[in-house]
């Protein structure tokens, strides 16, 4: 099955947008268009952000965003604040009834 | 309000085995999937087993297939991880999730629930 491949980190101003990219090394990411992400703080559980590519639950900030293009997924954090410090996941769905995550980014505010 | 919670965590030997029990409340259990999921310390998250929301079906990463076993209990909204033969490189975080989308029953796939974790040590 595909391996989802994460920036380790990525970092930016408050205010400033970052992306962090998740990249299917074999495979094609969007054969089921289930890519999700989350977000997880420190010794806490991840809680999800986006699913199926770029769909957001009730509650998360808009300023969350998903896309695809070809193998590599995306979220964009705009407006970048403080308390988007956290560490992100993807996650695909990547054949019958399995699921694939990746490594995970840091994001730091700076 | 809904809840998961693991229990069952702890330190165990290589070789032994152990049982992940998730007590979950607040949602209809029967009609989402419910996973396992690990984090070694520092790590990223790794998917270990789904039971189907019916229990007709479960499914595993390579990594623990043969070795863990999932089971479901739709009358007592519990689902467990037996894990047998535990190695150093299972010790890790063990999160329980529901999960709306595959292997649900129609539950919507922004439903996603997770417990706190338990953590499992395995060492000598």
């Known amino acids: 099955h595909s391996a989802l491949t994460q920036p380790a980190s990525v970092s930016g101003s408050p205010g400033q947008s970052v992306t962090i990219s998740c990249a299917a090394t074999?495979?094609?990411?969007?054969?089921?268009?289930?890519v999700s992400w989350y977000r997880q703080f420190p010794g806490s559980a991840p809680q999800l952000i986006i699913y199926q590519i770029s769909k957001r639950p009730s509650g998360v900030s808009p300023r969350l965003s998903g896309s695809k293009s070809g193998n590599t997924a995306s979220l964009t954090i705009s407006g970048l604040q403080a308390d988007d410090e956290a560490d992100y996941f993807c996650?695909?769905?990547?054949?019958?009834?399995?699921?694939?995550f990746g490594g995970g980014t840091t994001v730091t505010v700076l | 309000q809904v809840k998961v919670v693991e229990s069952g965590g702890g330190v165990v030997q290589p070789g032994s085995s152990l049982r992940l029990s998730c007590i979950t409340s607040?949602?209809?259990?029967?009609?989402?999937?419910m996973h396992w999921v690990r984090q070694a310390a520092g790590k990223g998250l790794e998917w270990l087993a789904v039971?189907?929301?019916?229990?007709?079906?479960?499914y595993y990463a390579d990594s623990v297939k043969g070795r863990f076993t999932i089971s479901r209990d739709n009358s007592k909204n519990t689902v467990n991880l037996q894990m047998d033969n535990l190695r150093a490189e299972d010790t890790a975080i063990y999160y329980c999730?529901?999960?709306?989308?595959?292997?649900?029953?129609?539950?919507?796939?922004?439903?996603?629930?997770w417990g706190q974790g338990a953590l499992v040590a395995v060492s000598s």
């Open positions: 996650c695909s769905y990547v054949a019958e009834y399995t699921w694939v």
């Open positions: 074999s495979g094609d990411l969007g054969t089921y268009g289930l």
């Open positions: 999730r529901a999960s709306g989308g595959e292997g649900s029953r129609h539950a919507p796939y922004y439903l996603d629930y």
């Open positions: 039971a189907k929301y019916d229990g007709s079906k479960e």
């Open positions: 607040g949602f209809e259990f029967g009609g989402f999937a």
